[in-house]
T-cell receptor, first 113, second 116 residues
Framework: AQKITQTQPGMFVQEKEAVTLDCTYD???????LFWYKQPSSGEMIFLIY??????QNATEGRYSLNFQKARKSANLVISASQLGDSAMYFC??????????FGPGTRLSVLP | GAVVSQHPSWVICKSGTSVKIECRSL??????MFWYRQFPKQSLMLMAT?????????EQGVEKDKFLINHASLTLSTLTVTSAHPEDSSFYIC????????????FGSGTRLTVV
């Protein structure tokens, strides 16, 4: 069975600083995808970044980068130059071949002015 | 890009009534739609998977007679909460595989249901 762990229920970061949100996963599938989603108070799920299990390089999307350490089964999200609008819930998720999405419990990020 | 339109955004209903939530895929065909429920300060929990033209697959513990899912066309999937009770109050959100990417899923904007 697949499982996602996010050990940080809440995080604070000063505006313009970088922050790392932790995510570890467990799966027996050799092929899988890892995702990060942002959920603001409005409830919508906003796709941030994707990492495939066979991707050699860490994914980057603008201010978002994914620190993928396959041997450690971790897929931490790094947000650089935090902005006030980054305050939201962040979910790590994974999907294996032929399987459904599994979401982690989420981390609430608060960006301080 | 692919968009899943979900309506209504929020609904308040009386206990015992039924509520229908719609998810429409715009500009693409969604043969599969996933339905999630999210309680406050919790993660998304998969309720069921609907497939166009066939019966939905429900996750363990989800009452199929209470949460009726219909996927009658390639662009529309509906979730009907029947005989709603206050404990059904939650945030419901749908998602479909994004066709223009080899990965990823497009989410609807969610429906906040309050049963009074």
């Amino acid at each position: 069975a697949q499982k996602i762990t996010q050990t940080q229920p809440g995080m604070f970061v000063q505006e313009k600083e970088a922050v790392t949100l932790d995510c570890t996963y467990d799966t027996s599938d050799p092929s899988y995808g890892l995702f990060w989603y942002k959920q603001p108070s409005s409830g919508e799920m906003i796709f941030l970044i994707y990492q495939g299990s066979y991707d050699q390089q860490n994914a980057t999307e603008g201010r978002y980068s994914l620190n993928f350490q396959k041997a450690r089964k971790s897929a931490n999200l790094v947000i650089s130059a935090s902005q006030l609008g980054d305050s939201a819930m962040y979910f790590c998720a994974m999907v294996g071949y032929g399987q459904n999405f599994v979401f982690g419990p989420g981390t609430r990020l608060s960006v301080l002015p | 890009g692919a968009v899943v339109s979900q309506h209504p955004s929020w609904v308040i209903c009386k206990s015992g009534t039924s509520v229908k939530i719609e998810c429409r895929s715009l500009d693409f065909q969604a043969t599969t739609m996933f339905w999630y429920r999210q309680f406050p300060k919790q993660s998304l929990m998969l309720m069921a998977t609907s497939n166009e033209g066939s019966k939905a697959t429900y996750e363990q513990g989800v009452e199929k007679d209470k949460f009726l899912i219909n996927h009658a066309s390639l662009t529309l999937s509906t979730l009907t909460v029947t005989s709603a009770h206050p404990e059904d109050s939650s945030f419901y959100i749908c998602s479909a595989p994004t066709p223009d990417r080899a990965y990823g899923y497009t989410f609807g904007s969610g429906t906040r249901l309050t049963v009074v």
